[in-house]
């Protein structure tokens, strides 16, 4: 059973508009989540995190949504760049319980000139 | 230079070989991890050392064994794999709290024949 799920297996957007990436998770004790890009030959690279005591996290072009009751998050991306095509990756765990961050199986990014 | 380095990059093994796979960190983390990537699925979490004591074994096939002669190296020992093992194996490191994300390496891609 997936505890983080990425429903969207690829997204494609023009250069300029908003990206929306989105992510569900079901267990309610995860209390901190992560976003990470990956290029193809490489390894991921964390992008932002957000706690479960906030609802919004930004970061330059970057900022993710929490919504809790909704156990849902979202990343957008304004203004996509072509350079933003990658495959990125929900993450999320419990601080306390250990070392064990949980993955999404990804959503590709296309960013179109 | 992401600071985690993996070798080999590329690894073509037969069902019957022994093989290992090198992960190096240069960042004074104090955490290491193997995750497996499989095509379209969520990194999977194999094993965790902190403080080069293994913290977390995910129920992985005796065939996967680990090591951690150092906070700075950790090995995948590889014996008499199937070929639905054959995936990308990415090593990463953390300081402390899993918060601040994981840096990962580049991964090896490996083919079980």
């Known amino acids: 059973d997936q505890q983080v799920k990425q429903n969207s297996p690829s997204l494609s957007v023009q250069e300029g508009r908003i990206s929306i990436l989105n992510c569900d998770y079901t267990?309610?004790?995860?209390?901190?989540f992560l976003w990470y890009k990956k290029y193809p030959a490489e390894g991921p690279t964390f992008l932002i995190s957000i706690s479960s005591i906030k609802d919004k996290n930004e970061d330059g072009r970057f900022t993710v949504f929490l919504n809790k009751s909704a156990k849902h998050l979202s990343l957008h991306i304004v203004p996509s760049q072509p350079g933003d095509s990658a495959v990125y990756f929900c993450a999320a765990g419990v601080n306390t319980g250990g070392f064990k961050t949980i993955f999404g199986a990804g959503t590709r990014l296309f960013v179109k000139a | 230079e992401t600071g985690v380095t993996q070798t080999p990059r590329h690894l073509v093994m037969g069902m019957t070989n022994k093989k290992s796979l090198k992960c190096e960190q240069h960042l004074g983390h104090n955490a290491m991890y193997w995750y497996k990537q499989s095509a379209k699925k969520p990194l999977e979490l194999m094993f965790v050392?902190?403080?080069?004591?293994?913290?977390e074994n995910n129920s992985v096939p005796s065939r996967f064994s680990p090591e951690c002669p150092n906070s700075s190296h950790l090995f995948l020992h590889l014996h008499t794999l199937q070929p639905e093992d054959s995936a990308l194996y990415l090593c990463a490191s953390s300081q402390g709290g899993r918060r601040g994300g994981y840096t990962f390496g580049s991964g090896t891609r490996l083919t079980v024949v």
């Open positions: 267990n309610s004790m995860f209390d901190y």
């Open positions: 050392y902190s403080l080069e004591e293994r913290v």
